[in-house]
């Protein structure tokens, strides 16, 4: 039996299409990641796996349970962790997880048990009894994760994990989500809007757009189909260059975002020069020159012709930003 | 539905409950305010028929009126709920949304009675006319369902304001109207026609009534239909309640 299945998931916001027929097979044991822009649909498909918003159109099936006719069962196999906080502030952390572990029926001797068990993993031992208001953002982090397995779920879902936090505190989670995926055995479905994280924690990732899975497969081979390395060139008129370079037999892609160019080379060492050397030809200047191994943003630019990153910072997303900085 | 998440979401409210000193205090003030100057200040020129003194008068009005204001405000508990993404931990938890409105309408309702007792106590200090031990279980009684009609009336329309700038503002163009018509301050008895019939569609009068009744042995209605009615409006609140929650979202 598949941890989770979706056929054809779909959602509309007032004739706006969140998610759009999403098919989507996770295996037991998976460590799955959606990669994508904000806006891209993620939180919208998350909060109808987890059953709080019904779908307008499709299926999906959690553990085993359709999550529009069997929500309670669904809802016993999963834990969660949203993107916005949801703790309460004026309990102390283990109220919280308190108050978790009865509203999902947990004994009091498991309880207690359990309480000590997570927040030893998350290493919240000694703020145990500090009112969560007092807890830094990480630390908040960290006690929802713990919050969310506690009552030992089949399921995980992980959604944007690490937004806006710290490096350290970032490689912190990673290890937590890691060790419940190896350890606890359970199965993660995390969405995040980083590169990095999907290339370093998922199994396989699905890239989706405006509502819309646009390739899945595991990182590597995700990586490997752009076969070369990528070449980003600083030029002024990057559209002219673009028509230039994709004459040329050694350069297998163009793309352009905003000055940059991005090109998708073989033996970049030695082709490299001679693009520089065109520009130069032509009396332009290059004004800078990057060189790398193909990375996930790459697989996004290539099926979607934009960066990951262009799309943030509307309004309402700088809003909510501020709202979690001052939150957390 | 499960008694333990009931229990849990009670067991919430009366943490937040002990933990803010600030709020207990400042909802308490309000009603003494009224109490004590509008008692003094009125008691001095008003002549109740039947009733001995002002005070007496005005205190069980102003004991509903405790109740009222802090049963509809627990609704806001709520919409800091939702504002602060609590509330979509409570709504992925298994458990039914009615258990989840029924354990905020027993907090709700804990908190408004602890309030409505403490009031009762300062209105006695200042010499209003106190219940005898049994009357006291039939003032308990009252304040019982005063407090879970009105916490199910504000739970029932936090469900559907999200917005928490609107929902103080909704609540008080709401139950203003309902305490100037409830007799609290004057008996309706003597009131104009007109206004005497708006009244007896207020709820808030057949607590405020039976409280009277129980109080200083002064009432309109028989106790029992005074309990009756009340019982009748908390019930309906109630399932209001626990019908908008159902259909609630985060």
Same mark, same amino acid.
């Given at each position: 039996?598949?941890?989770?299945?979706?056929?054809?998931?779909?959602?509309? #916001?007032?004739?706006?299409?969140?998610?759009?027929?999403?098919?989507?097979?996770?295996?037991?044991?998976?460590?799955?990641?959606?990669?994508?822009?904000?806006?891209?649909?993620?939180?919208?498909?998350?909060?109808?796996? @987890?059953?709080?918003?019904?779908?307008?159109?499709?299926?999906?099936?959690?553990?085993?349970?359709?999550?529009?006719?069997?929500?309670?069962?669904?809802?016993?196999?999963?834990?969660?962790?949203?993107? +916005?906080? =949801?703790?309460?502030?004026?309990?102390?952390?283990?109220?919280?997880? +308190?108050?978790?572990?009865?509203?999902?029926?947990?004994?009091?001797?498991?309880?207690?048990?359990?309480?000590?068990?997570?927040?030893?993993?998350?290493?919240?031992? *000694?703020?145990?009894?500090?009112?969560?208001?007092?807890?830094? =953002?990480?630390?908040?982090?960290?006690?929802?994760?713990?919050?969310?397995?506690?009552?030992?779920?089949?399921?995980?879902?992980?959604?944007?994990?690490?937004?806006?936090?710290?490096?350290?505190?970032?490689?912190?989670?990673?290890?937590?989500?890691?060790?419940?995926?190896?350890?606890?055995?359970?199965?993660?479905?995390?969405?995040?809007?980083?590169? *990095?994280?999907?290339?370093?924690?998922?199994?396989?990732?699905?890239?989706?757009?405006?509502?819309?899975?646009?390739?899945?497969?595991?990182?590597?081979?995700?990586?490997?189909?752009?076969?070369?390395?990528?070449?980003?060139?600083?030029?002024?008129?990057?559209?002219?260059?673009?028509?230039? #370079?994709?004459?040329?037999?050694?350069?297998?892609?163009?793309?352009?975002?905003?000055?940059?160019?991005?090109?998708?080379?073989?033996?970049?060492?030695?082709?490299?020069?001679?693009?520089? +050397?065109?520009?130069?030809?032509?009396?332009?200047?290059?004004?800078?020159?990057? @060189?790398?191994?193909?990375?996930?943003? *790459?697989?996004?630019?290539?099926?979607?012709?934009?960066?990951?990153?262009?799309?943030?910072?509307?309004?309402?997303?700088?809003?909510?930003?501020?709202?979690?900085?001052?939150?957390? | 539905?499960?008694?333990?998440?009931?229990?849990?979401?009670?067991?919430?409210?009366?943490?937040?409950?002990?933990?803010?000193?600030?709020?207990?205090?400042?909802?308490?003030?309000?009603?003494?305010?009224?109490?004590?100057?509008?008692?003094? %200040?009125?008691?001095?020129?008003?002549?109740?028929?039947?009733? %001995?003194?002002? &005070? +007496?008068?005005?205190?069980?009005?102003?004991?509903?009126?405790?109740?009222?204001?802090?049963?509809?405000?627990?609704?806001?508990?709520?919409?800091?709920?939702?504002?602060?993404? #609590?509330?979509?931990?409570?709504?992925?938890?298994?458990?039914?949304?009615?258990?989840?409105?029924?354990?905020?309408?027993?907090?709700?309702?804990?908190?408004?009675?602890?309030?409505?007792?403490?009031?009762? #106590?300062?209105?006695?200090?200042?010499?209003?006319?106190?219940?005898?031990?049994?009357?006291?279980?039939?003032?308990?009684?009252?304040?019982?369902?005063?407090?879970?009609?009105?916490?199910?009336?504000?739970?029932?329309?936090?469900?559907?304001?999200?917005?928490?700038?609107?929902?103080?503002?909704?609540?008080?163009?709401?139950?203003?109207?309902?305490?100037?018509?409830?007799?609290?301050?004057?008996?309706?008895?003597?009131?104009?026609?007109?206004?005497?019939?708006?009244?007896? &569609?207020?709820?808030?009068?057949?607590?405020?009534?039976?409280?009277?009744?129980?109080?200083?042995?002064?009432?309109?209605?028989?106790?029992?239909?005074?309990?009756?009615?009340?019982?009748?409006?908390?019930?309906?609140?109630?399932?209001?309640?626990?019908?908008?929650?159902?259909?609630?979202?985060?």
């Amino acid at each position: 039996m598949r941890a989770i299945f979706t056929n054809g998931l779909t959602r509309e #916001f007032n004739g706006l299409t969140a998610v759009d027929h999403v098919n989507l097979q996770i295996e037991k044991g998976e460590l799955f990641g959606l990669l994508g822009p904000n806006g891209a649909g993620k939180t919208t498909l998350i909060h109808m796996l @987890c059953t709080i918003l019904p779908p307008t159109e499709g299926t999906a099936k959690v553990a085993g349970f359709d999550v529009y006719k069997e929500p309670d069962s669904v809802r016993t196999s999963i834990g969660i962790v949203f993107q +916005d906080p =949801s703790l309460d502030n004026r309990l102390t952390g283990k109220e919280n997880l +308190d108050f978790h572990g009865r509203v999902y029926g947990m004994s009091k001797t498991l309880r207690e048990k359990r309480i000590d068990e997570v927040l030893k993993l998350v290493e919240l031992e *000694d703020r145990a009894n500090a009112l969560v208001e007092t807890y830094s =953002s990480g630390m908040r982090r960290r006690l929802e994760i713990a919050r969310s397995f506690m009552h030992h779920p089949e399921i995980m879902f992980l959604d944007e994990p690490t937004l806006g936090l710290d490096p350290q505190t970032r490689r912190k989670i990673w290890e937590h989500v890691q060790m419940l995926n190896k350890q606890e055995k359970i199965t993660i479905l995390l969405t995040t809007h980083y590169m *990095d994280e999907a290339d370093y924690l998922c199994g396989r990732v699905g890239i989706i757009d405006h509502g819309r899975i646009i390739a899945l497969d595991n990182p590597k081979k995700l990586k490997d189909q752009l076969e070369g390395d990528i070449v980003s060139l600083e030029v002024p008129l990057p559209k002219k260059y673009a028509e230039i #370079f994709r004459r040329r037999k050694y350069v297998k892609e163009v793309k352009i975002v905003g000055d940059y160019l991005y090109l998708t080379v073989t033996g970049s060492e030695k082709v490299v020069p001679k693009l520089i +050397d065109i520009v130069a030809r032509r009396g332009g200047k290059v004004r800078s020159v990057g @060189c790398r191994s193909p990375t996930l943003e *790459d697989v996004f630019i290539r099926y979607t012709g934009r960066g990951i990153r262009e799309e943030e910072g509307g309004i309402k997303e700088q809003m909510r930003a501020h709202v979690r900085a001052h939150m957390r | 539905m499960s008694a333990q998440a009931i229990y849990v979401l009670w067991l919430r409210d009366m943490k937040w409950f002990l933990r803010a000193k600030a709020r207990i205090i400042s909802t308490i003030v309000m009603p003494f305010l009224w109490l004590a100057i509008l008692g003094m %200040g009125l008691g001095a020129v008003t002549q109740i028929p039947g009733v %001995g003194n002002y &005070i +007496d008068f005005l205190a069980p009005g102003i004991v509903a009126m405790a109740i009222l204001f802090n049963a509809t405000m627990t609704g806001v508990s709520v919409l800091w709920d939702r504002q602060f993404g #609590f509330l979509k931990e409570i709504l992925v938890a298994p458990v039914s949304r009615i258990s989840i409105m029924l354990g905020k309408t027993f907090g709700g309702t804990t908190t408004s009675i602890i309030q409505g007792l403490m009031l009762l #106590f300062v209105a006695g200090l200042i010499g209003a006319k106190m219940p005898d031990p049994a009357g006291f279980f039939l003032v308990l009684l009252f304040m019982i369902l005063l407090g879970i009609g009105f916490v199910g009336l504000g739970l029932a329309i936090a469900s559907r304001i999200t917005d928490p700038v609107a929902f103080p503002l909704v609540i008080n163009f709401l139950i203003m109207p309902l305490f100037f018509l409830s007799g609290a301050i004057f008996p309706l008895g003597m009131a104009p026609e007109w206004l005497r019939v708006i009244a007896y &569609i207020d709820p808030v009068a057949y607590g405020v009534d039976g409280l009277r009744g129980v109080m200083i042995g002064v009432s309109e209605f028989p106790i029992w239909l005074d309990l009756a009615i009340l019982g009748i409006f908390s019930l309906a609140m109630v399932l209001l309640g626990a019908y908008l929650f159902k259909k609630m979202s985060a």
